[in-house]
T-cell receptor
Framework: GAVVSQHPSWVICKSGTSVKIECRSLDFQATTMFWYRQFPKQSLMLMATSNEGSKATYEQGVEKDKFLINHASLTLSTLTVTSAHPEDSSFYIC??????????FGPGTRLTVL | DQQVKQNSPSLSVQEGRISILNCDYTNSMFDYFLWYKKYPAEGPTFLISISSIKDKNEDGRFTVFLNKSAKHLSLHIVPSQPGDSAVYFCAASYTGGFKTIFGAGTRLFVKA
Protein backbone atom coordinates (compact mmCIF):
# COMPACT_ATOMS: atom_id res chain seq x y z
CA GLY A 1 0.00 0.00 0.00
CA ALA A 2 0.88 3.65 -0.11
CA VAL A 3 3.34 5.04 2.41
CA VAL A 4 2.75 8.01 4.68
CA SER A 5 5.48 9.31 6.93
CA GLN A 6 5.43 11.61 9.92
CA HIS A 7 8.22 13.60 11.44
CA PRO A 8 9.17 13.69 14.20
CA SER A 9 8.05 10.38 15.64
CA TRP A 10 8.24 11.81 19.12
CA VAL A 11 8.92 15.22 20.59
CA ILE A 12 9.25 16.65 24.07
CA CYS A 13 8.87 20.37 24.49
CA LYS A 14 8.46 22.98 27.19
CA SER A 15 5.13 24.55 27.94
CA GLY A 16 4.54 27.66 25.86
CA THR A 17 6.62 26.62 22.89
CA SER A 18 5.32 25.64 19.45
CA VAL A 19 5.82 22.29 17.79
CA LYS A 20 5.52 21.45 14.11
CA ILE A 21 4.64 17.96 12.91
CA GLU A 22 5.07 17.01 9.25
CA CYS A 23 3.01 14.50 7.33
CA ARG A 24 4.22 13.34 3.93
CA SER A 25 2.77 11.00 1.34
CA LEU A 26 5.87 9.34 -0.06
CA ASP A 27 4.70 7.62 -3.20
CA PHE A 28 1.46 9.32 -4.13
CA GLN A 29 -0.11 12.75 -4.26
CA ALA A 30 -2.76 13.50 -1.70
CA THR A 31 -5.09 16.41 -2.22
CA THR A 32 -6.64 15.61 1.13
CA MET A 33 -4.96 14.77 4.40
CA PHE A 34 -6.50 14.29 7.82
CA TRP A 35 -5.14 14.98 11.27
CA TYR A 36 -6.22 12.82 14.20
CA ARG A 37 -5.50 12.87 17.88
CA GLN A 38 -5.57 9.84 20.10
CA PHE A 39 -5.85 10.01 23.86
CA PRO A 40 -4.80 6.99 25.92
CA LYS A 41 -7.28 4.15 25.57
CA GLN A 42 -9.51 6.26 23.39
CA SER A 43 -10.50 6.35 19.78
CA LEU A 44 -8.94 8.40 17.04
CA MET A 45 -10.49 11.83 17.12
CA LEU A 46 -10.55 13.67 13.82
CA MET A 47 -9.18 17.15 14.34
CA ALA A 48 -9.24 18.61 10.87
CA THR A 49 -9.35 17.91 7.17
CA SER A 50 -6.52 19.46 5.21
CA ASN A 51 -6.95 20.25 1.53
CA GLU A 52 -4.01 21.25 -0.64
CA GLY A 53 -4.05 24.91 -1.44
CA SER A 54 -6.94 25.84 0.79
CA LYS A 55 -7.75 26.36 4.44
CA ALA A 56 -8.22 23.36 6.63
CA THR A 57 -11.66 22.39 7.87
CA TYR A 58 -11.67 21.95 11.63
CA GLU A 59 -13.95 19.70 13.63
CA GLN A 60 -16.17 21.17 16.27
CA GLY A 61 -14.28 21.90 19.44
CA VAL A 62 -10.84 22.03 17.81
CA GLU A 63 -9.18 25.43 18.10
CA LYS A 64 -7.88 26.45 14.70
CA ASP A 65 -5.59 29.08 16.20
CA LYS A 66 -4.13 26.47 18.48
CA PHE A 67 -3.62 23.78 15.88
CA LEU A 68 -2.38 25.41 12.70
CA ILE A 69 -2.58 23.26 9.61
CA ASN A 70 -0.82 24.01 6.35
CA HIS A 71 -1.16 21.83 3.26
CA ALA A 72 1.38 23.52 1.03
CA SER A 73 1.88 20.77 -1.52
CA LEU A 74 0.28 17.56 -2.72
CA THR A 75 2.65 15.53 -0.59
CA LEU A 76 3.05 17.58 2.58
CA SER A 77 0.77 18.76 5.35
CA THR A 78 1.99 20.24 8.62
CA LEU A 79 0.33 20.57 11.99
CA THR A 80 1.73 23.20 14.33
CA VAL A 81 0.70 23.07 17.96
CA THR A 82 1.10 26.65 19.11
CA SER A 83 1.86 27.62 22.69
CA ALA A 84 1.73 24.01 23.73
CA HIS A 85 0.55 23.07 27.21
CA PRO A 86 0.66 19.75 29.08
CA GLU A 87 -2.94 19.01 28.12
CA ASP A 88 -1.84 19.02 24.46
CA SER A 89 0.31 15.97 25.15
CA SER A 90 -1.06 13.24 22.96
CA PHE A 91 -0.46 10.96 20.01
CA TYR A 92 -1.06 12.79 16.75
CA ILE A 93 -1.68 10.78 13.60
CA CYS A 94 -2.10 11.97 10.05
CA UNK A 95 -3.59 10.18 7.11
CA UNK A 96 -3.53 10.86 3.39
CA UNK A 97 -6.18 10.03 0.87
CA UNK A 98 -5.36 8.62 -2.53
CA UNK A 99 -7.16 9.40 -5.76
CA UNK A 100 -9.17 6.21 -5.14
CA UNK A 101 -10.31 7.58 -1.79
CA UNK A 102 -8.22 5.07 0.12
CA UNK A 103 -6.88 6.39 3.39
CA UNK A 104 -3.39 5.54 4.57
CA PHE A 105 -2.14 6.48 8.01
CA GLY A 106 1.20 7.78 9.15
CA PRO A 107 3.04 6.16 12.06
CA GLY A 108 2.04 8.90 14.47
CA THR A 109 3.88 11.48 16.56
CA ARG A 110 4.01 11.31 20.32
CA LEU A 111 3.99 14.83 21.80
CA THR A 112 4.90 15.38 25.43
CA VAL A 113 4.64 18.89 26.80
CA LEU A 114 6.42 19.47 30.08
CA ASP B 1 -22.72 11.32 20.02
CA GLN B 2 -20.89 8.10 19.25
CA GLN B 3 -21.92 6.97 15.82
CA VAL B 4 -19.61 3.97 15.89
CA LYS B 5 -19.41 1.95 19.08
CA GLN B 6 -17.12 -0.80 20.19
CA ASN B 7 -18.47 -1.76 23.56
CA SER B 8 -15.75 -4.21 24.53
CA PRO B 9 -12.56 -2.38 25.46
CA SER B 10 -10.60 -5.63 25.55
CA LEU B 11 -10.77 -9.28 24.56
CA SER B 12 -8.54 -12.17 25.51
CA VAL B 13 -8.36 -15.31 23.35
CA GLN B 14 -6.26 -18.45 23.31
CA GLU B 15 -3.97 -18.99 20.35
CA GLY B 16 -5.65 -21.04 17.66
CA ARG B 17 -9.16 -20.12 18.74
CA ILE B 18 -11.50 -17.65 17.10
CA SER B 19 -11.45 -13.95 17.98
CA ILE B 20 -14.69 -12.06 17.45
CA LEU B 21 -14.65 -8.29 17.65
CA ASN B 22 -17.95 -6.46 17.56
CA CYS B 23 -18.99 -3.04 16.37
CA ASP B 24 -22.33 -1.22 16.32
CA TYR B 25 -23.27 1.93 14.46
CA THR B 26 -26.16 4.32 14.61
CA ASN B 27 -26.01 6.28 11.36
CA SER B 28 -28.04 4.46 8.70
CA MET B 29 -26.27 6.49 6.02
CA PHE B 30 -23.04 4.59 6.56
CA ASP B 31 -22.41 2.34 3.58
CA TYR B 32 -18.77 1.43 3.91
CA PHE B 33 -17.12 -0.15 6.90
CA LEU B 34 -13.49 -0.80 7.69
CA TRP B 35 -11.38 -2.49 10.30
CA TYR B 36 -7.96 -1.14 11.24
CA LYS B 37 -5.29 -2.74 13.37
CA LYS B 38 -3.05 -0.63 15.53
CA TYR B 39 0.08 -1.43 17.50
CA PRO B 40 1.25 0.89 20.29
CA ALA B 41 3.00 4.04 19.08
CA GLU B 42 2.16 3.28 15.47
CA GLY B 43 -0.50 4.51 13.08
CA PRO B 44 -3.45 2.27 12.21
CA THR B 45 -3.08 -0.11 9.30
CA PHE B 46 -5.98 -1.14 7.12
CA LEU B 47 -7.13 -4.71 7.64
CA ILE B 48 -10.36 -5.41 5.80
CA SER B 49 -13.46 -3.58 4.62
CA ILE B 50 -17.01 -4.27 3.55
CA SER B 51 -19.54 -2.39 1.49
CA SER B 52 -23.15 -2.24 2.63
CA ILE B 53 -24.23 -4.20 -0.43
CA LYS B 54 -22.51 -7.25 1.02
CA ASP B 55 -22.99 -9.12 4.25
CA LYS B 56 -19.64 -10.87 4.33
CA ASN B 57 -16.11 -10.28 3.15
CA GLU B 58 -13.27 -12.68 3.70
CA ASP B 59 -9.52 -12.22 3.43
CA GLY B 60 -7.41 -15.08 4.68
CA ARG B 61 -7.88 -15.47 8.41
CA PHE B 62 -10.02 -12.36 8.59
CA THR B 63 -13.74 -12.22 7.88
CA VAL B 64 -16.03 -9.26 8.38
CA PHE B 65 -19.78 -9.77 8.74
CA LEU B 66 -22.31 -7.00 8.30
CA ASN B 67 -25.89 -7.07 9.61
CA LYS B 68 -27.50 -3.92 8.30
CA SER B 69 -30.84 -4.43 9.98
CA ALA B 70 -29.12 -4.63 13.34
CA LYS B 71 -26.55 -1.98 12.41
CA HIS B 72 -23.88 -4.36 13.57
CA LEU B 73 -20.66 -5.69 12.16
CA SER B 74 -18.09 -8.08 13.46
CA LEU B 75 -14.56 -9.12 12.66
CA HIS B 76 -13.64 -12.77 12.98
CA ILE B 77 -10.04 -13.88 13.17
CA VAL B 78 -9.48 -17.60 12.76
CA PRO B 79 -7.15 -19.01 13.91
CA SER B 80 -5.93 -16.30 16.25
CA GLN B 81 -2.18 -15.84 16.55
CA PRO B 82 -0.10 -14.03 19.18
CA GLY B 83 0.92 -11.52 16.51
CA ASP B 84 -2.71 -10.51 16.21
CA SER B 85 -2.50 -8.90 19.63
CA ALA B 86 -3.24 -5.23 18.96
CA VAL B 87 -6.00 -2.67 19.15
CA TYR B 88 -8.66 -3.07 16.50
CA PHE B 89 -10.68 -0.09 15.35
CA CYS B 90 -13.97 -0.33 13.56
CA ALA B 91 -14.66 2.60 11.22
CA ALA B 92 -17.50 3.73 9.00
CA SER B 93 -18.08 6.21 6.23
CA TYR B 94 -20.77 7.00 3.68
CA THR B 95 -20.93 7.86 0.01
CA GLY B 96 -20.65 11.59 -0.43
CA GLY B 97 -19.27 11.99 3.05
CA PHE B 98 -15.64 12.55 3.51
CA LYS B 99 -14.93 11.59 7.02
CA THR B 100 -14.28 8.21 8.47
CA ILE B 101 -15.76 7.78 11.91
CA PHE B 102 -13.85 5.51 14.26
CA GLY B 103 -14.99 3.44 17.19
CA ALA B 104 -13.13 3.49 20.48
CA GLY B 105 -11.18 0.34 19.68
CA THR B 106 -10.93 -3.11 21.22
CA ARG B 107 -7.65 -4.39 22.56
CA LEU B 108 -7.14 -8.01 21.59
CA PHE B 109 -4.81 -10.24 23.57
CA VAL B 110 -3.96 -13.58 22.00
CA LYS B 111 -2.33 -15.89 24.53
CA ALA B 112 0.17 -18.48 23.40
Amino acid sequence: GAVVSQHPSWVICKSGTSVKIECRSLDFQATTMFWYRQFPKQSLMLMATSNEGSKATYEQGVEKDKFLINHASLTLSTLTVTSAHPEDSSFYICSAMTANNEQFFGPGTRLTVL
Amino acid sequence: DQQVKQNSPSLSVQEGRISILNCDYTNSMFDYFLWYKKYPAEGPTFLISISSIKDKNEDGRFTVFLNKSAKHLSLHIVPSQPGDSAVYFCAASYTGGFKTIFGAGTRLFVKA
